[in-house]
């Protein structure tokens, strides 16, 4: 979705340790790479710069399959969205557990992160027809019955464009349909130190609950999974979240 703030990582970590990561947790996958091929993406990166650092330290552990609502999303039959789907691992994660293929659609605004997808899946031909960039969402009114979204929230800064993100979910859901997702958080009353690596926004459980009622979903439904902490005093927690479009 928005571009990132930061391309630089975080604790030392480095480009060449963090494709590696990522190559070895996506081979256990079942993706083989040709010889050379690290140094290869390597050369590549070092060149035009991982979009967004975070989404290479966690590529190929789609965050999906562990959201409470994950399970039940499975069941429903009707067209899903990823709304800002980065590097498609959670595509992928739909796939892999069966769900039909025509059925699905990613939409982000730029293709950098699935581009990093495919070059470390190495399935562009396979399924790149499966992506959609735009500058804006394409799609009519009522188009799908379940959009996902996962970790888009904390990177859009604004609230203008925050609204009109959440706005835009509840006009091409259909009526009984389902947004879930998650995004970094903190709980109301806990203060948020400045971070330089993080995203933009850190949302208070009553601004979650604000931004997606004022854009005419009911009141969501919140469980909160820890965050790593990343100095003393960092308090905040990855909030999950689900809620639908009234029928």
Excluded at 11 to 19: A, F, I, P, R
Excluded at 26 to 31: A, E, H, K, N, Q
Excluded at 170 to 184: A, C, E, I, K, M
Excluded at 215 to 229: D, L, S, Y
Aim: glycine share 10%.
């Amino acid at each position: 979705m928005p571009a990132a703030h930061s391309r630089t990582f975080r604790d030392g970590k480095t480009l060449e340790g963090e494709l590696a990561a990522a190559m070895y947790r996506v081979g256990m996958l079942g993706i083989t790479y040709p010889a050379h091929y690290h140094e290869t993406l390597v050369a590549k990166y070092a060149k035009d710069s991982v979009p967004y650092p975070h989404i290479l330290t966690i590529l190929g552990e789609p965050r999906i399959r562990s959201h409470f609502y994950y399970g039940e999303a499975l069941q429903r039959t009707g067209p899903f969205l990823d709304y800002g789907c980065g590097t498609g691992d959670n595509i992928r994660q739909l796939l892999r557990d069966g769900f039909l293929r025509d059925r699905i659609t990613g939409f982000d605004l730029s293709w950098e992160s699935i581009d990093l997808g495919f070059d470390l899946y190495r399935d562009r031909d396979a399924l790149r027809d499966l992506f959609v960039v735009q500058d804006t969402l394409p799609f009519g009114a009522e188009r799908f019955d379940t959009i996902y979204s996962g970790s888009v929230i904390h990177v859009i800064a604004d609230d203008v464009e925050l609204d009109e993100y959440l706005t835009n979910a509840y006009r091409v859901l259909r009526p009984g349909g389902v947004l879930f997702g998650s995004t970094l958080g903190i709980e109301d009353g806990d203060a948020c130190s400045p971070d330089e690596h993080g995203p933009p926004r850190v949302s208070p459980r009553s601004a979650i609950i604000r931004h997606t009622t004022a854009a005419g979903f009911a009141e969501p439904a919140i469980t909160v999974k820890p965050h790593e902490a990343h100095h003393p005093g960092d308090k905040k927690c990855v909030f999950e979240f689900c809620t639908k479009k009234h029928k």
